[in-house]
């Protein structure tokens, strides 16, 4: 399940919890692709190219983006989105 608040926090727990330091930006939107971490966004796949679709869609292949159950299990490091690391 996606939600953006229920996620920053359940990642705010874990670092907590962990003692680690927390990567993750506060309101969930990447620097660096501008798109909320912890909300679905679709992908198709033609001629080795990956497509933006909605995440419902029948064309979707793969869809990425946190979960709130992702956010109070692991570490987040970088966007699930662009692949830009938030920790180098």
């Known amino acids: 399940m996606y ?24 309101t969930g939107r990447c620097w660096n692709c501008n798109q909320n971490i912890y909300q679905p966004i679709g992908w198709k796949y033609e001629n080795g190219r ?16 946190i979960t709130i159950e992702k956010a109070g299990k692991e570490l987040v490091t970088g966007c699930p989105h662009c692949n830009r690391s938030y920790c180098d």
């Open 50 to 65: 990956r497509i933006r679709v909605a995440a419902d869609s029948p064309d979707c292949n793969r869809t990425t983006g």
């Open 3 to 26: 939600n953006t608040n229920e996620s920053i926090e359940a990642q705010k727990k874990y670092c907590e919890e962990h003692e680690a330091p927390h990567f993750a930006p506060n």
